[in-house]
Antibody
Framework: QVQLQESGPGLVKTSETLSLTCIVSGDSIRSYYWSWIRQPPGKGLEWIGY???????NYSPSLKSRVTISLDTPKNQLSLKLTSVTAADTAVYYC?????????WGQGTLVTVSS | DIQMTQSPSSLSASVGDRVTITCQASQDITNYLNWYQQKPGKAPKVLIY???KLETGVPSRFSGSGSGTDFTFTISSLQPEDFATYYC?????????FGQGTKLEIK
């Protein structure tokens, strides 16, 4: 059974870096693409980007200058870093398996950006 | 970016009703479209992929159709557990984009 679990600080200060981890169990991160998607409170879904185990990435143009997605294959986990955050980055952040469609999702983690 | 326009943005319906949601892409995406259901406080769940293929384990009352720029998602007979928000999502291009969502409420 594939499970994904996000973790990280629930509160990040304005202008600092948001860092999240997604631990994958029941599957190898070497087998698929892995994505990050976010959802501001009460709003719709926004794709952040994806990574393949080879290390190749693709990011949303609107976030590309601030975002890094990486893999830690020994730990079977992926991570998200988003720099220079503002209140507009407040959202529930999800990791998900896939690049085209998302069958497996984490439960999501709320990150609030505040000064 | 490919813009995905869903309609309606909200919908009131009764158990047993047939419900249809539409999604229009700003350019041709062939059949590169998925539909998700999201309940409050939960991650989205894929129901339909490749525009018309039913995800394993999803009840057959859910269906999808369309190609090119115009797509339809249908629930043939609403059940109490179907009241949720539904999103379309294209994967023809990067960035992947979602429709704004359709909130399905109980009448």
């Amino acid at each position: 059974q594939v499970q994904l679990q996000e973790s990280g600080p629930g509160l990040v200060k304005t202008s600092e870096t948001l860092s999240l981890t997604c631990i994958v169990s029941g599957d190898s991160i070497r087998s698929y693409y892995w994505s990050w998607i976010r959802q501001p409170p009460g709003k719709g879904l926004e794709w952040i980007g994806y990574i393949y185990y080879s290390g190749s990435t693709n990011y949303s143009p609107s976030l590309k200058s601030r975002v890094t997605i990486s893999l830690d294959t020994p730990k079977n986990q992926l991570s998200l870093k988003l720099t220079s955050v503002t209140a507009a980055d407040t959202a529930v952040y999800y990791c998900a398996r896939g690049a085209n469609y998302y069958r497996y999702w984490g439960q999501g983690t709320l990150v609030t950006v505040s000064s | 970016d490919i813009q995905m326009t869903q309609s309606p943005s909200s919908l009131s319906a009764s158990v047993g009703d047939r419900v249809t949601i539409t999604c229009q892409a700003s350019q041709d995406i062939t059949n590169y479209l998925n539909w998700y259901q999201q309940k409050p406080g939960k991650a989205p769940k894929v129901l339909i992929y490749d525009a018309s293929k039913l995800e394993t384990g999803v009840p057959s009352r859910f269906s999808g159709s369309g190609s090119g720029t115009d797509f339809t998602f249908t629930i043939s007979s609403l059940q109490p557990e179907d009241f949720a928000t539904y999103y379309c999502q294209q994967f023809a291009n990067v960035p992947r984009t979602f429709g704004q969502g359709t909130k399905l409420e109980i009448k």
